[in-house]
């Protein structure tokens, strides 16, 4: 293929992965794609681990990191190893009495404060801490920073440039995607509702072309609910010049899923990928579970501001959960796609079926004009 995001990152298509996990990222590259690593869950030490072990099996390939630099977040510091401080009683409470009463055994006593420890200490939220994962990161060839949750600070997009690293961002909003471009970004990521994880209310096929409009000559990509090629064709009919996948990964045999959340996500259908707040503290859609349940009954603690929720879920519901496999509280951002996800399969599969089916749509749609 050829179009702008073609040649500016010198890929064979412009199927961008969003991924917490080094091996999709390595094999979307190599698949003529671009894979960028999501450094959300990783401390420094593991974030410089992740990076060497894709320079080392990416084959030359580019790929690109994405960091969470929100503007609004309340900055946790280092408070956020002291939970009981940090997060207000009642909202302890309410997630551990959720837990104790589904029967899911305490953490063994003494190694509570370890593990709570090890995992939030992986965890980078604040500009402060993301400021200093892009200084690992750009150690490294990375060609590419997208900042998930608000318009890049000029600094770091003329940091970037200098090094020939290009920067993007995600916008729910035409606004925000106006904000993005006046900060100097390369192109903008769409994110309609359909999507995994953190997203807005509008849907991919209203917001993609109003975003293309509002932008342009700016390039776009498409994101939000893109798992075949259908999808692909459409995004291109609605003006964009590429798309940006999330959700899809998490099915095949290179991603960081356990294989309990893949079963849920086979049997799940798209009403299952619900939108709370449950999670982070910020909308979010994952699959639906006991514990985005219990947020939406009436007697529901008003989730917490990011990042609070999150450690607050992280320390005393998902580590508890996840450490016996409890099926009812496992969950995992996930997008509407996954009614469509029924059967493992492997990166590399999932291209071939987007291009093939891509190119059927093509020979269909240029059969439609006498
Ligand atoms: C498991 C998962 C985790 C995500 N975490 C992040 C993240 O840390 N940063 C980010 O920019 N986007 C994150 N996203 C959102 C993706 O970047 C992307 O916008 C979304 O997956 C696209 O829609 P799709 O899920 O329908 O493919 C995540 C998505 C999923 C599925």
Redesign the pocket.
């Known amino acids: 293929m050829k179009n702008k995001l073609c040649d500016m990152f010198g890929i064979d298509i412009p199927v961008f992965a969003?991924s917490?996990c080094r091996d999709v990222v390595a094999a979307v590259s190599k698949a003529g794609g671009l894979g960028v690593l999501?450094m959300?869950r990783m401390g420094p030490e593991r974030l410089r681990e992740e990076l060497q072990w894709i320079d080392d099996h990416i084959d030359g390939k580019p790929y690109g990191i994405?960091v969470?630099m929100p503007s609004t977040y309340s900055d946790a510091g280092d408070l956020k190893y002291d939970i009981d401080r940090l997060l207000p009683p009642e909202h302890v409470a309410f997630v551990r009495k959720l837990i104790d009463d589904a029967g899911i055994p305490p953490l063994p006593a003494g190694e509570k404060d370890e593990i709570v420890r090890a995992l939030l200490g992986e965890l980078s939220f604040t500009p402060r801490e993301s400021m200093q994962m892009i200084d690992i990161a750009m150690a490294h060839p990375i060609k590419l920073i997208?900042n998930?949750l608000g318009s890049p600070p000029p600094e770091l997009v003329d940091k970037a440039h200098a090094r020939g690293i290009r920067v993007a961002a995600?916008a729910g909003k035409p606004k925000h995607a106006i904000k993005h471009k006046a900060h100097g970004c390369d192109f903008i990521?769409a994110?309609g509702t359909?999507?995994?994880?953190?997203?807005g209310p509008v849907s991919s096929m209203v917001l993609w072309p109003r975003i293309v409009d509002a932008v342009a000559p700016l390039p776009v990509l498409a994101?939000?609910?893109?798992?075949r090629g259908r999808q692909l064709a459409a995004a291109f009919a609605l003006g964009c010049e590429g798309v940006?996948?999330?959700?899809?990964w998490?099915k095949t045999a290179e991603s960081e899923v356990i294989p309990e959340i893949k079963e849920k996500m086979f049997a799940a259908d798209s009403e299952d990928a619900v939108m709370t707040r449950a999670v982070t503290g910020k909308p979010c859609r994952t699959l639906r579970s006991a514990f985005t349940d219990a947020y939406e009954q009436p007697d529901a603690p008003t989730p917490l501001p990011a990042p609070l929720q999150n450690i607050l879920w992280w320390a005393e519901g998902r580590t508890r959960a996840e450490r016996v496999r409890h099926p009812n509280f496992l969950t995992?951002?996930?997008?509407?796609?996954v009614g469509d996800m029924t059967g493992p399969t492997t990166v590399r599969e999932v291209i071939y079926e987007m291009m093939t089916e891509f190119v059927e749509t093509q020979a269909r749609l240029s059969d439609i004009l006498e």
Do not use: K, N
């Open positions: 969003f917490h999501g959300a994405d969470l997208v998930a995600m990521i994110v359909e999507a995994g994880g953190h997203t994101a939000g609910g893109v798992s940006w996948c999330g959700s899809i998490l995992y951002p996930v997008g509407q796609i």
